[in-house]
């Protein structure tokens, strides 16, 4: 059994903020690199960002700057923190995990259900 949740997403206006968070739980051996992807209507699913468990972190271009990613090892936990948010931001954004159950499988990758981001003009 394993699960990963986000929450935190919502409405907010251009300019604004929201905080993501996502906890894994189940069975945890170790938790490698986090990330958050996102999707928008009629559009592939992008990498936002990532996080290694060592804490080196990736952004896409687009929001360098705006958003920063962390995590909480104890907690299992990855937050994306969203600044200065705009219209382009809009999309279903997914949490995502390089998870190893066991020490004695390859770790697989593991996905939340989605948190609607919707950031009005």
């Known amino acids: 059994q394993v699960q990963l949740v986000e929450s935190g997403g919502g409405l907010v206006q251009a300019g604004g903020s929201l905080r993501l968070s996502c906890e894994a739980s189940?069975?945890?051996?170790?938790?490698?690199?986090m990330g958050w992807y996102r999707q928008a209507p009629g559009k592939q699913r992008e990498l936002v960002a990532a996080?290694?468990?060592?804490?080196?972190?990736n952004y896409a271009d687009s929001v360098k700057g705006r958003f920063t990613i962390s995590r909480d090892n104890a907690k299992n936990t990855v937050y994306l923190q969203m600044n200065s948010l705009k219209p382009e931001d809009t999309a279903v954004y997914y949490c995502?995990?390089?998870?190893?159950?066991?020490?004695?499988?390859?770790?697989?990758?593991?996905w939340g259900q989605g948190t609607q981001v919707t950031v009005s003009l």
């Open positions: 995502n995990a390089n998870w190893a159950t066991t020490p004695w499988r390859s770790p697989n990758d593991y």
């Open positions: 189940g069975s945890i051996f170790s938790i490698n690199r």
């Open positions: 996080i290694s468990r060592g804490g080196s972190t």
